[in-house]
């Protein structure tokens, strides 16, 4: 299962190099860090996917002597093994040019990333390849623009979630943000490995 971690790798090793100059990019922008690092996070394992669609990868993947869960387990956990790289790497560039940032901004990318990765990564395996690439590229276009007008609005009429939350106490929230994201990410995991053990290549 790890040689398939590694093979993604060795296919985005170009891409790899794209991110740096990126998050220079973003840097010299001033973009927020949590920003930088959630764009960071998502360009290899996404890339990943729309580089498969092309190829035609999981015809090849489902000849070699893998499981189709190991296969999709491979998916998840590299998601977290190239974010962790990519946090890295962005603190580091952030560190280099002198910008400030903090653990919470590392923590809220981190949350992002894997929202994100949990309602996208089964659409890979529903939606007809080719067309799945630019359905996630509009989501998330969709989701950066909208989003804060969704939270805005929802944190304004729905007043006894807003006082709910907060009313507790910082640790209590960041322990149930965290179950909440984690029970979602291993939901996504779950209907992902049932959706690809049923489909046909």
Not at 14 to 37: A, E, G, N
């Amino acid at each position: 299962m790890f040689n398939l971690i590694r093979r993604d790798a060795i296919l985005q090793k170009r891409q790899i190099l794209i991110i740096i100059p990126l998050i220079v990019i973003f840097i010299i922008m001033d973009k927020h860090p949590s920003f930088t690092f959630l764009i960071a996070s998502i360009i290899i394992p996404f890339n990943t996917f729309a580089y498969d669609e092309k190829v035609e990868t999981n015809i090849l993947l489902n000849s070699l002597p893998y499981t189709r869960m190991e296969i999709i387990a491979s998916r998840y956990i590299g998601a977290i093994v190239y974010m962790i790289a990519s946090i890295g790497v962005t603190s580091l560039a952030l560190f280099i040019f002198k910008k400030p940032f903090t653990m919470t901004d590392i923590a809220i990318a981190i949350s992002l990333f894997l929202l994100f990765v949990s309602f996208t990564f089964p659409l890979f395996y529903i939606f007809k390849q080719g067309y799945i690439s630019m359905v996630i590229f509009i989501s998330f276009i969709l989701l950066a623009a909208i989003g804060p007008a969704i939270v805005s609005f929802l944190a304004e009429h729905l007043t006894a979630i807003t006082d709910f939350i907060t009313n507790l106490s910082i640790p209590t929230l960041y322990i149930g943000v965290t179950l909440v994201i984690m029970v979602c990410y291993f939901i996504s995991w779950g209907i992902t490995t049932v959706i690809y053990q049923r489909k046909a290549f």
